[in-house]
């Protein structure tokens, strides 16, 4: 097939993104695919291609911290022209399949999807719709709540519009919190966070004075992620970390963190953890063409909460959903191949 992958982009995970659509474009070529590999939202977006089986593929190393929020509005300009008009769009349209390697940002919250809907160009992972629900975590955690995926308390709050709020003020003296964006994702700007004077410091730093973020209880015990690929759901991956949580440095630097799956637990949590994934995938409306990540925390009595689901998790060949693809018997190149066959013709 004639492919297009699409990385890069304008959000806090660019970087990861571009070393997901390298690692895939290894992968397709592998399977005797033709890519072409695009950043929509570089100065120059043709990265490479059309690369043919037996081409060499770069690699691409993720730095220890996300672009500067700096650059942001620039990617996102250059990205928005070159998916509404231009070379890039007539490219996509003429590909047999877009796979997106894209994370976080427009990518991942369903601006893209939308994008490539109305153009009529088929790709990879869940449609626009699914993508929104996913990305705000406060909307999520509504959403899974009323499915019976079991949630922690949490409370929304925008520093630039509100004063503390009272259900704030209480989290934080019931015990230490996590305080996180609502809608960003790859662990960015994720928070420990055991006192008011600490809280005010991070809401101070918070990227933008419209940003909402969300604070909810630290959950004490382990944690896990869960993948499904269509109706499939893989096998449990436990994150065992050095630091309080899994934030951008842990998950992209070597040694801070160690993966584990199958997780060593006993069959009845793994089984829940994998029903849990599978009810939180169909609930935000992830059908049999599309994929997900779904993270649990557990309590300090053992019971796991959902932390949130990911519509395009990565897909580097070190990330979460190879690493349990290759516990299920699958390669690399089985899962990239499966993540395609997903997708409607």
């Not at 427009?106 to 490539?116: C, I, K, R, S, T």
């Not at 705000?136 to 955690?141: D, E, F, L, V």
Request: aromatic share 4%.
């Amino acid at each position: 097939m004639r492919v297009v992958i699409l990385c890069g982009g304008e959000s806090s995970e660019r970087d990861v993104s571009l070393a997901s659509g390298r690692s895939v474009a290894g992968a397709l070529l592998e399977r005797g695919h033709e890519v072409v590999l695009v950043d929509p939202a570089a100065e120059a977006p043709l990265l490479a291609g059309p690369l043919r089986p037996g081409d060499a593929v770069d690699g691409f190393a993720v730095g220890k911290e996300p672009p500067s929020p700096a650059d942001l509005p620039r990617l996102r300009r250059r990205m928005h022209a070159a998916l509404t008009g231009g070379p890039v769009l007539e490219l996509l349209r003429d590909a047999e399949l877009v796979f997106l390697a894209l994370h976080g940002g427009w990518g991942e919250d369903g601006h893209v999807q939308a994008l490539l809907e109305r153009a009529d160009v088929r790709f990879t992972g869940p449609g626009s719709a699914a993508c929104a629900a996913a990305w705000h975590k406060g909307r999520t955690q509504a959403v899974l709540a009323a499915a019976d995926v079991p949630v922690t308390e949490r409370v929304l709050w925008q520093p630039a519009a509100s004063d503390l709020p009272a259900a704030v003020r209480r989290l934080v003296a019931a015990g230490p919190v996590v305080v996180k964006p609502v809608a960003d994702g790859s662990s960015v700007s994720v928070h420990y966070v055991d006192s008011l004077p600490q809280l005010a410091r991070v809401a101070a730093r918070t990227r933008s004075g419209e940003a909402e973020l969300i604070v909810e209880p630290f959950l004490s015990g382990r944690e896990f992620t869960v993948a499904v690929v269509g109706g499939e759901v893989l096998p449990v991956v436990e994150i065992e970390l050095t630091t309080s949580v899994f934030d951008y440095t842990a998950k992209y630097q070597s040694g801070a963190v160690s993966e584990v799956c199958p997780a060593p637990v006993p069959t009845e949590l793994a089984a829940q953890l994998q029903q849990l994934a599978l009810r939180a995938h169909q609930a935000l409306g992830f059908g049999g063409n599309s994929y997900s990540r779904t993270d649990f925390r557990c309590d300090a009595g053992g019971e796991p909460m959902c932390l949130e689901v990911n519509a395009l998790p990565g897909l580097t060949e070190t990330s979460l959903l190879p690493l349990a693809a290759t516990a299920a018997g699958w390669t690399y190149s089985d899962l990239i191949q499966r993540l395609m066959d997903l997708s409607p013709r």
